[in-house]
């Protein structure tokens, strides 16, 4: 009582077929397992390179940019100062 039966579950599925068809289902199914296919592998591949390498070269390359000293940041820094204040006198 309160779960599905086996007759409701079956009348489900003969609706999703009226709705659908046999043809889109069986391409959305061969779709999905391409994908599950192509997601295992990925993950595969990933786990079958070598541990240390991506863990030294995530650590080495966190972020998208390449990273500045002080030096470099406060010169970039007083330049770009500059020119607003030059473009804010023009």
């Known amino acids: 009582m309160g779960g599905i039966s086996i007759w409701q579950l079956l009348i489900?599925?003969?609706?999703v077929v009226l709705l659908f068809g046999t043809n889109k289902l069986r391409t959305l199914g061969s779709d999905l397992g391409a994908s599950v296919k192509?997601?295992?592998?990925?993950?595969?591949d990933e786990n079958s390179n070598d541990k240390e390498a991506n863990s030294a070269e995530k650590t080495?390359?966190?972020a998208d940019f390449e990273t500045k000293n002080l030096a470099?940041?406060?010169s970039t820094e007083q330049?770009?100062?500059t020119e607003s204040k030059n473009?804010?006198?023009v």
């Open 12 to 15: 489900i599925a003969v609706i």
């Open 38 to 44: 192509g997601f295992k592998k990925a993950i595969g």
């Open 60 to 62: 080495n390359n966190d």
């Open 72 to 74: 470099e940041k406060t």
């Open 79 to 81: 330049k770009s100062t």
């Open 87 to 89: 473009k804010e006198q």
